[in-house]
């Protein structure tokens, strides 16, 4: 299908930053939604460059309301084709804490995963009953197997990843097309407070190419970089014993934002 209006949550820096700008194009209306004004005000300036047409807005996607109200009158004005719900947020345990606080694991949960239930559901009615539409949920690599030093970020991509299988198999029927991509790592800013091994690490541009790639196919999954996808995928399907040594050798720290 010919995509004409894109809503891209997340859009003020990392991949969606990246996926504003490779969608930016004529004719094409861009919806961004991010938390940082200034951040977001310079990748909207990018898109326009591009002879995109845009409309942003600072909204939290943790806020229902708000975001489902711009959603609606954005939808409206450009019927939308596509959303992806890209906004992610990370935290991990504190030194010599055994997990993250529960603040810090709700804050996940609500942002990784009902962020993006926020973002994509007040969409979907319209898609359906236009016949068409996609939708793209960006999870993670982290999804596939639990790592001892990041348990929220891991359930709340995990969740993700299982709402975009189930969502798929719902809306497929109704002509709308569901991509659940679960990215290794890349450069960020969510990246740069990792400390830890980043094996595969790719570019942000890079990264963008290979989601819009698989969007633009109609891919059910997209997971890379493949030999870190296939670690993860031989990691879970591992004895639990065993996984468990695996992953607690893979030792990091997220630090906070």
Not at 148 to 161: E, F, N, Q, T, V
Not at 217 to 236: E, H, I, Q, S
Request: contains cysteine.
């Amino acid at each position: 299908m010919m995509i004409r209006s894109v809503v891209i949550t997340g859009a003020s820096s990392g991949l969606g930053a990246a996926l504003a700008r490779a969608y930016a194009a004529p004719g094409v209306a861009l919806g961004l939604v991010g938390r940082d004004s200034a951040r977001l005000a310079a990748v909207a300036a990018s898109c326009r460059e591009a002879t995109a047409t845009v409309e942003e807005a600072v909204i939290d996607v943790a806020e229902r309301a708000p975001l489902e109200a711009w959603l609606l009158a954005f939808d409206a004005a450009h019927p939308v084709d596509l959303v992806i719900a890209s906004a992610g947020t990370s935290a991990g345990p504190e030194l010599g804490a055994m997990a993250e606080s529960i603040d810090a694991t709700a804050h996940q949960v609500a942002v990784n995963l009902l962020g993006a239930v926020h973002t994509v559901t007040p969409l979907l009615p319209a898609m359906a009953a236009r016949g068409g539409g996609r939708v793209a949920l960006i999870a993670s690599l982290a999804a596939y197997r639990g790592l001892p030093y990041s348990p929220g970020y891991c359930a709340s991509k995990a969740g993700l990843r299982a709402y975009g299988e189930a969502l798929r198999a719902q809306a497929e029927p109704h002509g709308v097309r569901v991509t659940v991509v679960c990215p290794g790592f890349f450069a960020s800013r969510m990246t740069d407070r990792w400390d830890g091994p980043t094996p595969f690490l790719l570019g942000t541009e890079r990264a963008a190419r290979i989601v819009k790639r698989g969007i633009e196919r109609g891919r059910r999954r997209v997971d890379f970089p493949r030999g870190l996808a296939l670690g993860m995928r031989v990691c879970d399907a591992l004895p639990a014993a065993i996984g468990d040594r695996i992953v607690r050798g893979f030792r990091f720290r997220i630090r906070s934002a």
